[in-house]
């Protein structure tokens, strides 16, 4: 059973696969696993990109990497302005299966003005 909640702000999904931690992490770091859900990965890179449905750019970075219980991306879509986190831990239970948990965070939102990109006027 998957679970979807929201903690302080962040997304968490938690669902439990009946592999042991080192199997679905292989998913996670393997190129041509990761290229399934991570559109594409290159040969022992820890940054990517890829075109995202919206037809702007989004790419990750590889930030924090503990083999095989945890890994942290740094993901951001279109020009650099929608940074956030996402963390997936990998516990393993006494039953054998793992505890699969993302979350996904993103910095506070700062709201601007919609005319706040406006050109400066200049007296002439």
């Known amino acids: 059973m998957t679970e979807t909640t929201v903690e302080d702000g962040n997304v968490v999904v938690e669902c439990e696969f009946d592999a042991p931690p080192e199997r679905i992490w292989r998913a ?4 041509e696993l990761a290229a399934d859900w991570l559109d594409s990965v290159p040969a022992g890179s820890e940054r990517a990109e890829a075109p995202s449905p919206q037809h702007a750019r989004r790419s990750f970075e590889i930030i924090d990497r503990q083999p095989p219980t945890r890994i942290t991306y740094r993901w951001q879509e279109g020009a650099g302005r929608n940074e956030s986190f996402v963390t997936v831990e990998l516990c393993p239970q006494e039953s054998g299966r793992t505890l699969f948990r993302l979350t996904h965070s993103a910095p506070a939102t700062v709201l601007v003005a ?9 007296a002439a």
């Open 114 to 122: 919609a005319n706040a990109n406006a050109p400066r006027a200049l």
């Open 28 to 31: 996670l770091s393997v190129e």
